[in-house]
């Protein structure tokens, strides 16, 4: 069964950081592309961030350029998500999602992403 696993959410100051995981089971990523994507209550989801299956493309909203820095280890079947210098606006329910491309595509924040994970909460707060 295809799966995708997130973890490392939790409360922070702002200012802090935090690293977010995204683990696939049952395929591997070298495939895929991954995004990730948050939502906050009351708030439409909205795409944060995206990797292609190589790692050579990378994609950032611009609310989080320069603090956020999205990586991938395929070995390990992972990507990440580092968060600095949080916000309190950056507080949301973070989803990791799948979407298989061609090698040496690039990724797209609002390509179809078909596989998702159940997401983890990040709260930026003092």
């Known amino acids: 069964q295809l799966q995708l696993v997130e973890s490392g959410g939790g409360l922070v100051q702002p200012g802090g950081s935090l690293r977010l995981s995204c683990t696939a089971s049952g395929f591997t990523l070298d495939y895929y592309a991954i995004g990730w994507f948050r939502q906050a209550p009351g708030k439409e989801r909205e795409a944060v961030s995206c990797i292609s299956n190589s790692g050579g493309s990378t994609r950032y909203v611009d609310s989080v350029k320069g603090r956020f820095t999205i990586s991938r280890d395929n070995a390990e079947n992972t990507v990440y998500l580092q968060m600095n210098s949080l916000k309190p606006e950056d507080s949301a329910v973070y989803y990791c999602?799948?979407?298989?491309?061609?090698?040496?595509?690039?990724?797209?924040?609002?390509?179809?992403?078909?596989?998702w994970g159940q997401g983890t909460q990040v709260t930026v707060s003092s």
């Open positions: 999602a799948a979407t298989r491309i061609p090698v040496f595509s690039v990724c797209g924040l609002s390509h179809p992403y078909n596989y």
